[in-house]
């Protein structure tokens, strides 16, 4: 696929025009992606004509909407190549892991047992597993990264022991954009009886991802850097594992019988799905998983790494600016420019309509490890084109002229 195969795409995105109808030349899809019209009309209609409760009501609209809410469970599952019923609906990615944490961490970790994570990443894959640490008296082990920020599945091999009971790593890292080969991973913590978690949330976007091809436990991952709403996400996990899961938060939708002397639980997914659910939202995450299905996930991927490649080329021809992560990342360049600090370029950057990330990407562990207080992130969409690459190629040439 060409670098500007999918520059038409970019008029079903209404918020990349500023609101002087310039282009916005928005690189921030790893924080959160702008949204297709497709999604945008599916959220409306759920929250206008079709709307009505799910799994309450007895007239027409609300099994109707009960039917799209479905149907949208499965279409999110078959997307990862899972089925309806390991499908969790959360609040986000990091109330995923958190739910995990909450439930089978809180039967299946103890004293003395071991939790490993990765120098990369998210804080929403390091803190809830701290907090579970502390209240079960385990211990957090941390495997180290490649010099090209990978993480480093030999070292992985050689620290995990028979004491690890879960391994949780990143899919695609939010910082680097390195892709972790999760077939492997997966068979070294089976290899010592410890299951594993991975944090799918960029990886979901460019990358076609199957659980059943990845052998992992648990996948996580949200809706709105899919294209899709905020305020959603999803949990998928093996049907056995989630089946001997407690629940995670009671009340409605969740129980099967409730008396004063004692309560019965649904089956997954309901169990752990209390309240009244994101029911536009979800019709809107089925939407979005539509949408990139429609494309491809193979063409999105050639798409974003053309754009990745000419950026890291155009930024490594600059003497004084230090790129961070393997050559081939997953959409997304971090770097730092010698004597200007990210929140000053991003700042000026935004007077000329790009939009990037500058910060430690809530991944401080790693801006430890990489010796800086934070980097500047440039992150590809399938919107993305190259005007937006020589936009912020322009627009890091005038910032160090300011500084010069």
């Known amino acids: 696929m060409s670098v500007t195969a999918t520059m038409s795409r970019k008029a079903d995105y209404p918020g990349l025009l500023t609101s002087t109808g310039d282009a916005w030349h928005y690189l921030d899809s790893a924080a959160t992606a702008q949204k297709p019209q497709a999604v945008i009309d599916a959220m409306t209609r759920a929250l206008g004509a079709d709307y009505a409760t799910v799994h309450r009501g007895v ?14 469970r499965r279409r999110v599952a078959a997307f990862v190549g899972g089925k309806e019923e390991e499908l969790v609906f959360t609040r986000g990615a990091t109330e995923a892991i958190n739910l995990v944490a909450a439930t089978w961490g809180e039967v299946n970790v103890g004293a003395g047992d071991r939790i ?18 502390e209240r079960k008296g385990a211990h957090i082990d941390v495997c180290p990264l490649t010099d090209d920020g990978r993480i480093d599945l030999d070292a992985l091999a050689s620290m995990l022991t028979s ?29 010592v009886g410890a299951k594993i978690l991975i ?18 436990d648990f996948y996580v991952f949200s809706a709105h850097k899919l294209y899709g709403p905020t305020g ?5 996990a093996r049907a056995e594992i989630l089946d001997a899961m407690p629940p995670y938060q009671g009340g409605g939708a969740m ?25 536009t939202e979800a019709v809107a995450f089925g939407a979005a998983c539509d949408y990139v299905s429609a494309i491809g996930l193979e063409a999105i991927h050639a798409h974003e790494s053309a754009l990745v490649a ?28 010698d004597g200007i600090h990210p929140h000053d370029l991003g700042t000026i950057l935004d007077e000329e309509n790009v939009a990037i990330r500058a910060g430690h990407h809530c991944a401080q562990p790693l801006m430890d490890h990489l010796g800086v207080p934070a980097t500047a992130r440039a992150s590809f969409g399938l919107y993305s084109d190259e005007a937006d690459v020589a936009a912020l190629i322009r627009g890091i040439e005038r910032t160090k002229r300011i500084f010069g």
């Not at 490993?116 to 640490?133: D, G, T, Y």
């Not at 695609?172 to 913590?189: C, T």
């Not at 600059?318 to 360049?333: K, Q, R, T, Y």
């Open 199 to 216: 944090d799918g949330c960029q990886a979901v976007p460019r990358l076609p991802v199957d659980v059943a091809v990845l052998g992992c």
């Open 116 to 133: 490993m994570l990765s120098q990369l990443e998210h804080h929403s894959n390091i803190v809830p597993w701290q907090m579970l640490a």
């Open 232 to 236: 959603i996400g999803a949990l998928w």
């Open 310 to 337: 000419q950026t890291r080329a155009a930024l490594g021809a600059m003497n004084d600016v230090m790129l961070f992560g393997p050559e081939d990342s997953a959409g997304i360049v971090s770097f730092a420019i």
């Open 255 to 279: 129980i099967d019988k409730v008396t004063f002397a004692k309560t019965t639980y649904a089956p997954p997914p309901q169990r752990f799905e209390a309240g009244t659910p994101a029911i």
């Open 59 to 72: 007239y027409a609209r609300s099994a109707e909407m009960t039917l799209a809410y479905e149907a949208a």
């Open 163 to 191: 004491e690890h009971r879960l391994v949780a790593l990143a899919h695609v890292s939010n910082v680097l954009g390195s892709v972790l080969d999760v077939e492997r991973a997966s068979e070294l913590a089976h290899g």
